[in-house]
């Protein structure tokens, strides 16, 4: 079989509010970054497929012929990405020599690739092609990289197996697919994120395919078109932790201490609410000091819940206190444990004052950027559109 040789990349995000709630059934407040991942597929003739993943140091391949019998007869139809797989999932952890319980960044990367290369040609000759993914992001550390990837992988093998079209027409202008497309990527990016998270709410995979700022409640994604444009620091404690270990931890509390967890779901669902009607007001009234206000009680607020759920880390109480001298206010993002944390300016605040709060972070080992938001979602790219430092990264032309 032929497979069509694409660029594709997805964006990272930040979650303003509802991390961890979201997994529960609660509203989440996410937005895409300006920060992405970027894949290349290649089709070869060497007889095998290879995965080459530089941010963490995987570079592996295997013979179709040693790949060919893992594929069984019941085989999903690309449209078909409701429910993973136990079989196969079961076949390709003992083909890897993966035990449950193991979180190796390798193997969860290589699980997903797997899963989904498998899944979508399984049901014909398997194809030769090559795979090299490169991000921007940190990995592991709250801003979505394992969607990113996912959404990467996804976009890249349903387009090189054809179940859906490349949507490119001019290699200078990143293109993008139709609704139903982006649905469908959805979906089996979503699978990617089960075999790395375990139990994920689907909002990273969400942004990652949609960009711009979402509103996510249980699996219904809602595009916030009314947002006025937020100036967020980002600081990267570099404190290592597993998203798919943290989401347990809650879980976890849940189940041993409903009568007081629930209530703290709930009120990170009134956070997120009250957030996104406050942004909301910022688009429909002259903005005002007191928007702001609020916005930083709800950033303190939610900061405190996220430590009593148990995913606080000292780092980033460090990152909150540091950040507070200079009158800014800071919460972590995505799974916490460590990883990273935003912190909001305010248009006022000086760049002195940034600066400092910078230099003081830095102090402490951590790596910031002043990022923009709301970058697009999945795109494929003609190689004149992306730029040449990440084009190396991905191997020769
Ligand atoms: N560029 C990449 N190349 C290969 N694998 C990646 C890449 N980025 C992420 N991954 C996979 O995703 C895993 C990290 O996912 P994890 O969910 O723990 O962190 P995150 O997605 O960065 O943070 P969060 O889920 O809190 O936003 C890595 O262990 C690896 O398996
Ligand atoms: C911690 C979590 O809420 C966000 C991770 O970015 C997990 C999820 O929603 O899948
Ligand atoms: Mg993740």
């Known amino acids: ?113 797997l899963y989904i290369y498998l899944s979508l040609f399984g049901s014909g000759e398997l194809p030769a092609l090559s795979v090299c993914v490169w991000s921007e992001l940190p990995t592991g550390a709250g801003l979505g990289s394992s969607a990113a990837y996912s959404v990467c992988l996804a976009a890249a093998l349903l387009t090189a197996s054809g179940a859906i079209p490349a949507p490119l027409r001019d290699p200078s202008a990143p293109a993008r697919w139709c609704q139903e497309d982006m649905e469908l990527i959805n979906s089996w990016a979503f699978q990617g994120e089960r075999i790395i998270h375990g139990n994920p709410s689907g909002v990273d995979n969400a942004v990652g395919t949609w960009g711009g700022m979402l509103r ?28 798919k270990l943290l989401v347990a931890g809650v879980k976890d509390k849940l189940t041993k201490f409903p009568s007081v967890i629930n209530p703290v779901l709930d009120s990170v669902d009134a956070i997120s609410c009250t957030c996104e009607k ?67 300016l305010r248009p006022e605040t000086d760049a002195a004052v940034v600066r400092d709060t910078v230099r003081d972070l830095q102090a402490c080992g951590y790596d910031c950027w002043e990022t923009s938001i709301g970058g697009p979602g999945v795109q494929q790219h003609g190689a004149p559109s992306v730029r040449e430092d990440i084009l190396e990264r991905l191997g020769p032309r």
Not at 19 to 36: D, F, I, M, P, Q
Not at 55 to 60: A, Q, R, S
Not at 224 to 238: A, C, W, Y
């Open 1 to 113: 079989m032929h497979v069509r040789h694409c660029i594709i990349s997805a964006p990272g995000k930040a979650i303003l509010h509802g991390e961890h709630a979201v997994v529960h059934g609660k509203v989440a407040l996410a937005v895409s970054l300006n920060l992405r991942t970027y894949l290349e597929l290649k089709a070869t003739s060497t007889g095998k497929v290879s995965i080459d993943l530089p941010n963490i140091d995987t570079f592996l391949s295997w013979d179709l012929s040693d790949l060919q019998p893992l594929v069984s007869e019941s085989f999903a139809k690309p449209e078909e990405a409701q429910r993973l797989d136990p079989e196969l999932l079961g076949r390709l952890r003992e083909f890897v020599g993966v035990t449950n319980g193991n979180l190796d960044t390798r193997s969860m990367a290589t699980l997903a690739f």
């Open 216 to 243: 996510f409640l249980s699996g219904k994604i809602i595009p916030l078109s009314r947002v006025p444009l937020l100036r967020i620091l980002l600081t990267n404690t570099k404190v290592p932790r597993s998203t």
């Open 278 to 344: 406050t942004l909301a007001e910022m688009t429909s009234e002259p903005i005002t000091g007191e928007h702001y206000n609020v916005l930083e009680e709800l950033i303190d607020i939610n900061q405190s819940q996220l430590c009593v759920l148990g995913v606080g880390h000292p780092s980033l109480d460090t990152l909150c206190r540091v950040t507070l001298t200079h009158g800014l206010h800071s919460k972590l993002t995505g799974a916490g444990g460590g990883g990273c944390g935003i912190t909001l």
